[in-house]
């Protein structure tokens, strides 16, 4: 039978080096992000809808969605990034439902998913794996690897759940301090436990 498997983490937790590697072990990823870019693409209702909600100040010149433009309007802005997300949520579920379909039958499939903890959806997963890292190294990878700035990367920290909220919902947890070989053996006991129940 298909586990399902919610995998979540802060920002520069490592999540995408941990969904990388389950892939590679045989995992069938689904990518909320990616997802969600798929979803408004030029020449999709997502995106007719998100300019219907927004106007057209959010397109580049050639028609696409400009993020650095939507983010400036939706970040400081509880409600306008709720509407966005109202829009852009149930089609990324229905896109991951639809990819889960056409997974093998004895597949572990991942839905990579920044937010669950946000989204109260991780009661739907048979597994939820949270990629963990403190605050502080979350912070220091974004400043050094990012180029971020320090009040940007302690606001986007602020804006997601808390580490203690993730680590709630947590069915295993991968410690993201160490080595990317101590990384990599954590995600392959993980896999092999998901392959089992699989």
């Keep these: 039978m298909t586990v399902r498997v919610g ?58 969605l400009d993020r650095p433009a939507m983010g400036a309007v939706v970040f400081s802005d509880p409600a306008a990034r709720k509407r966005l997300e109202e829009i852009i949520h149930p089609l990324v579920h229905r896109r991951g439902a639809q990819l889960e379909a056409e997974a093998p039958p004895d597949a572990v499939v991942v839905h990579d998913i920044p937010l669950l903890a946000e989204g109260g959806r991780a009661g739907s997963f ?14 220091s990878r974004m400043v050094q690897d990012r180029g971020w700035t320090s009040d940007d990367a302690a606001a986007r920290i602020g804006a997601q759940a808390t580490r203690e909220d993730r680590l709630a919902i947590a069915t295993y947890v991968i410690d993201n301090t160490g080595t990317l070989a101590g990384l990599r053996e954590q995600v392959e006991r993980v896999y092999a436990a998901l392959a089992d129940r699989a």
């Design 7 to 64: 995998l979540t983490g802060g920002i520069a937790s490592g999540k995408s080096t941990v969904s990388a590697i389950l892939a590679e072990l045989g995992a069938v990823v689904i990518d909320a992000d990616v997802l969600a870019r798929e979803v408004v693409a030029r020449g999709t209702p997502g995106l007719d809808a998100v300019v219907a909600e927004f106007g057209p100040g959010i397109l580049t010149p050639e028609g696409d």
């Design 126 to 139: 048979d597994a939820v794996v949270v990629v963990d890292a403190p605050a502080e190294l979350q912070l």
